[in-house]
């Protein structure tokens, strides 16, 4: 049995097995910039680490640097999106080469200063969060205890913290705009019967009726049966927001089982534009999202936050993306 079977391996093991000091084997495994260490030193002290399994201590690495590597990503109370997870996989990637792990919290419905002390617990360099679970004492405890920016999700600016924004209200527009152009004149949208979607989907509601006033609300679960009775009831829309992809194709396929034709009876518009908008029959017009910051631009200015060589400053707005219509068949 060896030495280190029955205790963590620790940097000390490494610079012995290495042959190397222990600042070395720290200057390394830290990509120090400033270390005169030779390529073959360095892949000597890889293959070390490697050969023993050597993971660096976190707490560690937080007393001798003032921070953890970790973002925190609380998630939201609503469930995550393919194109919202896409962009966290990416920032994901991101994140690990600049020396951070991304974590995602499950603890979905504290807010406010309690929240905070939930997140404080794992000693994030950063916090990124629904806005609606901030509250000036949150973020000003956040920020006293060591966590060095706290961004906030949302549709509009904050208050307490810089807002990476979702444009809700632009899709809604987009989307109606569209519809009216087509010659419908009875709209409605589509508001998800789902904590947490539901706030989008209102916002995404007043984009629509800022360009079609009388448009009509219908709150829906992602429910086959429940699509399936609003399709069969009485004074159907003519043209319908169906907030996104995936509640777009539910109403569709209700639609149709009611002998409803789309679009010539029922004009339908999703958002997303998610791979399956393309393969769906008939072709469904959607609103697709461009990126008006790469994940790696996004990382970057966070990273820049931590550091302290960016201010965050509360108020301040980074647009997450930006809508255009696609379209296709379905309206």
Do not use: C
């Not at 079977?5 to 000390?12: F, K």
């Not at 049966?225 to 319908?240: H, K, S, T, V, Y």
């Amino acid at each position: 049995m060896s030495e280190t079977s029955s205790r963590p391996v620790t940097s000390v093991d490494v610079a012995r097995a290495a042959g190397v000091s222990q600042a070395t084997v720290s200057y390394v495994l830290n990509d120090n910039p400033h270390a005169r260490v030779s390529e073959e030193t360095r892949q000597r002290v890889r293959d070390a680490a490697a050969r023993l399994g050597y993971v660096p201590d976190a707490s560690a690495r937080t007393l001798r640097t003032g921070r953890s590597g970790i973002v925190l990503l609380p998630l939201a109370e609503a469930r995550i999106g393919p194109l919202v997870q896409a962009l966290l996989d990416d920032m994901e990637e991101e994140f690990r080469a600049r020396g951070y792990t991304l974590v995602q919290y499950g603890e979905r419905r504290l807010t406010g200063v309690a929240a905070a002390r939930s997140w404080l617990t794992l000693r994030p360099a950063a916090v990124i969060v629904d806005a609606g679970r901030l509250t000036r004492k949150s973020v000003d405890l956040l920020r006293s205890s060591g966590t060095k920016t706290v961004i906030a999700f949302s549709d509009e600016a904050s208050p307490f913290a810089p807002a990476v924004v979702m444009p809700h209200e632009a899709t809604g527009v987009w989307a109606a705009r569209h519809l009216v152009d087509r010659g419908r004149t009875r709209l409605a949208a589509i508001v998800p019967r789902e904590a947490g979607l539901d706030r989008m989907g209102e916002r995404r509601l007043s984009g629509v009726r800022a360009i079609f006033p009388a448009a009509r609300r219908i709150d829906l679960a992602f429910s086959e049966e429940e699509a399936g009775r609003i399709a069969a009831g009485p004074d159907l829309p003519d043209g319908i927001f169906a907030y996104n992809d995936e509640y777009a194709m539910l109403l569709i396929s209700a639609l149709q089982d009611a002998g409803v034709r789309v679009p010539e009876d029922v004009a339908v518009v999703g958002a997303d534009d998610l791979p399956l908008a393309r393969l769906m029959r008939p072709r469904l017009t959607t609103v697709h999202f461009d990126a008006s910051a790469s994940p790696a631009e996004m990382v970057a200015i966070i990273d820049e936050m931590v550091k302290g060589e960016r201010e965050s400053v509360p108020g301040s707005v980074m647009t997450l993306m930006n809508p255009r219509l696609v379209v296709r068949d379905s309206a």
